[in-house]
């Protein structure tokens, strides 16, 4: 391939500018697969939504008393008496 040859100033900045142009969309289309990337990895929305109902339960009182009577509960469970 033959070098090109330019006349001015005014085509070497043209190209230029092609170029940065050209630079630009092979950069948006990496960010573009690797968002489709991170979508694919990332859990579906029903189990973010899972998530957010578990958030919203053990928040408030319900939760308060939940933190406290979880322990007890699997602490009995933990140290109940077999049936000898």
Request: overall charge positive.
């Amino acid at each position: 391939m033959e070098p090109k040859k330019y006349a001015s100033y005014a085509e070497i900045d043209h190209d230029l500018k092609i170029l940065k142009v050209e630079r630009e969309i092979h950069y948006q289309k990496i960010i573009l697969s690797i968002d489709k990337t991170k979508e694919t990895i990332m859990p579906s929305k029903s189990v973010s939504f899972v998530g957010d109902v578990l958030q919203k339960a053990t928040t408030g009182p319900i939760g308060t008393i939940l933190k406290i009577a979880v322990p007890y509960a699997i602490n009995w469970y933990i140290n109940r008496k077999r049936g000898d």
